[in-house]
């Protein structure tokens, strides 16, 4: 009996302590463990190494039967045993080949997971390199593009910029000669009011004087010598006009190549010089698809090369021009100054046969050239005056121009601007005036002529016609533009 209470000590009360990492083998289970728990693969209890419990589903106690009696109870709570160390039945599911053989599969799952981990990682690492090096090139590439395009824009931007200045001065040398031209225009118009003043005095001979004598014939060749300049002239104004028009459109063109010309190369420059640290810079997300593009290289200098050729065209053709013109100039000078010639010399043989009714005139007429004289001094004041408030015009019409280009709110009606406006209708009132005052002052000389040829026709009466021409028609003859005011310099 004691052996008998000791083996059932050994076996029951005091049994053998198992590691708590200890898995029961599965050959070892009896058929209705088999039958009544679920089976748990060995992947997936290894794969939970943290939640021990796992292992012990199938080692849970279902009582069926329940005491019926508070000894029973106490029986049953006194037996039951609240540990799996303590099951009177203990069991196992793997062996230890399969211990080992877990662990082995999990070293090698583990040799194989970092293996593959260290070789994504080397392969990603080279690839970030490749890619970096690729995209640096394709960078640099676009950064030389860009320099390269700058170094284009700079070329033709200094091309046009040359043709620009050559174009600018040649239109201000033709405008100069222009002015000089209508100067000159404006010069023979007194030879010519002259010439015909002295024609119509002379139809005030009386009696036997009024004859088609050698004056008259040279005064009438003078005044078709006149009218035939002022012809060409005309004709060479009007070409020059055109041709400033020609001048001026290039100029425009060039000017608005150079615009676009200096806004790309800022642009291209600002491009050129942004780098990954550069500020500003920001996604801009399907800016690649939009094409916004209008020439290609090719088409883009022609451009350029077309706008400098047309404008070598009229440059060359203005040259032409202005060299005609100032031929024409010295042509018309040389031609009108030799007819004055003519016209006083046959003055002055007629007036050396008669030189008895010259002292009759001399002094009225003398007073009547003086005041001719104030009142062409006063004219050309009044025209300086003009041409000075001109530029007070100019100023303020630039200035309300100028601040027409204000951006968006900023076009204020201000009262700089309503100064302005006022000060533009001020000068342009003053100049008004002053018009009308070189209107008055001219028709005062008129009036003064006709003053004069009338005092003239009255001595005539009382006098001869040789007294008409040594008075009146030489003394206007004296005044005939010099050869500089004929060829349009002041």
């Not at 279902?62 to 203990?90: G, H, K």
């Not at 040359?162 to 404006?186: F, P, Q, S, V």
């Not at 002379?202 to 300049?229: P, Q, Y």
């Not at 003055?347 to 062409?376: C, G, M, P, V, Y």
Request: hydrophobic content about 35%; proline content about 3%; aromatic content about 6%.
């Amino acid at each position: 009996m004691e052996l008998l209470g000791s083996t059932l000590m050994a076996t029951y009360a005091h049994p053998k302590s198992t590691p708590t990492s200890f898995l029961p083998a599965i050959g070892t289970m009896t058929s209705s463990y088999r039958d009544r728990f679920p089976h748990y693969n060995l992947m997936h209890s290894l794969s939970l190494p943290w939640r021990p419990n796992t292992c012990y589903k199938a080692a849970s106690n279902y009582p069926t039967l329940d005491p019926y009696c508070t000894r029973s109870q106490r029986m049953c709570e006194s037996t039951m045993l609240p540990f799996v160390s303590n099951r009177t039945t203990l069991f196992t599911r793997y062996t230890p080949d399969d211990w080992y053989r877990s662990n082995l599969t999990s070293y090698l799952e583990s040799n194989t997971s970092r293996h593959n981990s260290e070789r994504l990682r080397m392969d990603t690492s080279r690839l970030i390199q490749d890619k970096y090096q690729q995209i640096r090139k394709t960078q640099a590439d676009s950064t030389q593009n860009l320099g390269e395009r700058i170094n284009d824009i700079g070329f033709w931007k200094s091309e046009i910029t040359h043709e620009l200045d050559e174009m600018i001065g040649e239109t201000n040398a033709l405008t100069d000669l222009k002015k000089r031209l209508e100067r000159a225009l404006i010069e023979t118009e007194a030879p010519l009011q002259v010439a015909r003043e002295c024609l119509f005095q002379r139809e005030k001979r009386m009696g036997i004087d009024l004859v088609h004598d050698e004056v008259e014939t040279e005064l009438l060749t003078e005044v078709d010598v006149i009218l035939c300049c002022q012809e060409r002239m005309k004709q060479h104004l009007d070409k020059a006009i055109a041709q400033l028009a020609s001048d001026r459109t290039a100029q425009h063109e060039l000017e608005k190549d150079l615009n676009d010309k200096q806004a790309a190369y800022r642009i291209d420059d600002k491009c050129h010089h942004l780098r990954n640290t550069s500020e500003g810079i920001n996604y801009f997300r399907g800016v690649e698809r939009v094409d916004a593009t209008v020439s290609v290289p090719e088409s883009w200098a022609k451009f350029t090369d077309d706008n400098i050729l047309r404008s070598q065209s009229e440059r060359a053709a203005s040259a032409k021009l202005r060299d005609d013109i100032e031929n024409l100039l010295v042509v018309t000078a040389n031609e009108m100054w030799n007819q004055f010639n003519k016209v006083n010399l046959a003055f002055t043989n007629r007036i050396a046969e008669t030189a008895d009714a010259k002292n009759k005139i001399q002094i009225h007429l003398s007073k009547t050239l003086q005041e001719i004289f104030q009142t062409e001094m006063t004219i050309e004041s009044i025209k300086k005056a003009i041409k000075e408030k001109s530029a007070f015009l100019k100023v303020a019409q630039t200035r309300l121009d100028e601040r027409t280009r204000r951006p968006n709110i900023e076009l204020c009606r201000d009262m700089a601007q309503l100064r302005l406006v006022n000060e533009v209708y001020e000068v342009d009132d003053t100049i008004q005036t002053l018009q009308q005052r070189l209107r008055d002052a001219e028709d005062t000389l008129q009036s003064l002529v006709h003053t004069k040829a009338a005092l003239e026709h009255s001595l005539a009466v009382k006098a001869n016609t040789l007294y008409i021409d040594q008075e009146k028609c030489m003394s206007m003859r004296k005044s005939f533009p010099n050869t500089l005011r004929l060829v349009g310099f002041c």
